[in-house]
């Protein structure tokens, strides 16, 4: 059976003149509006397509990707305000996302970016937004191990240090100490988990903690040497936002490696940049 507010995996059972019906089980035949449909698509073939309903209410698929689908957490902007309904938001589709008034933690204006939840309305069946994220997170202890990698959405800043949510899931904290650059709400980013604390929240890290993480990109920075003729040119003086680009870390972990590699003379810093030694019996751990 199809599922709203997802991407399905459809049959095509017939075409028709405004374009072509799938089987959506259950919820009986689903149109794909024809500016959708690609050449040589005939009865029998599967379609990958999210199904939502239109402005008229009716139940309809695209092929187009929104931002984000039901259960998923999203930075969206603010199209437009109705004074009457709510918000509208981009998330990428043809019809704007609706974000009630009910719905906002606190008003919203046109041109802002807000975190929001995706949830279907049980009632109306419609895909609507909430920006009051709370009562949407996973409040059961969190199955994590600590140093375990994980995907994040930034939320917001506090004096300690930025909020964020977990694999979609889970309320987690980066403190502002164990940062090299500040962050932005909306940031999509990989970590890992540093501490699981009572109640279930997690405390966060960019980078894995101690040896195993300066082992790791020792090798990193090692074969970027090598598939790049002996040479790069990042060093301890290159700005954390380039090293974090490049190498997916903050630059206290990079200087760390940087000095790990140096001291095992397996490099030579260039002023700027490094260069790969001639010595291939260096081991991480040694």
Do not use: C
């Not at 700005?239 to 760390?256: D, L, M, N, V, Y």
């Not at 030579?268 to 790969?276: N, R």
């Amino acid at each position: 059976m199809a599922i709203i507010g997802r991407r399905n995996t459809l049959s095509v059972v017939r075409e028709a003149a405004p374009g072509l019906f799938l089987d959506g089980g259950e919820l009986g035949e689903i149109l794909l509006p024809g500016r959708y449909i690609e050449r040589g698509v005939a009865p029998g073939d599967k379609l990958d397509v999210f199904v939502y309903l239109d402005s008229e209410d009716r139940l309809v698929a695209t092929t187009e990707i929104p931002f984000a689908m039901v259960g998923e957490f999203a930075h969206l902007r603010v199209i437009s305000v109705n004074l009457r309904i709510g918000a509208f938001l981009d998330w990428g589709l043809a019809k704007d996302l609706l974000l009630p008034f009910r719905e906002q933690e606190t008003p919203v204006r046109a041109g802002q970016r807000v975190i929001a939840y995706i949830y279907l309305d049980q009632k109306s069946n419609r895909i609507v937004a909430t920006t009051r994220l709370y009562r949407h997170l996973n409040r059961r202890a969190p199955n994590y191990r600590e140093g375990q990698a994980v995907e994040f959405l930034i939320t917001g800043s506090t004096p300690l240090g930025y909020n964020a949510i977990v694999e979609n899931a889970h309320q987690g904290l980066l403190y502002h100490d164990k940062l090299s650059a500040p962050l932005a709400v909306g940031q999509n980013l990989k970590g890992f988990i540093r501490t699981i604390r009572s109640g279930g929240k997690l405390d966060l890290s960019l980078d894995a903690s101690g040896y195993k993480r300066v082992a790791s990109l020792t090798d990193q920075i090692v074969q970027a040497l090598e598939r790049n003729g002996g040479r790069l040119g990042f060093d301890d003086g290159s700005s954390p936002e380039t090293i974090r680009e490049a190498f997916g870390t903050s630059k206290k972990a990079f200087k760390q490696a940087l000095g790990a590699l140096y001291k095992a003379r397996r490099i030579s810093f260039e002023s700027p940049g490094i260069k790969l030694l001639d010595n291939t019996s260096f081991s991480p751990g040694e």
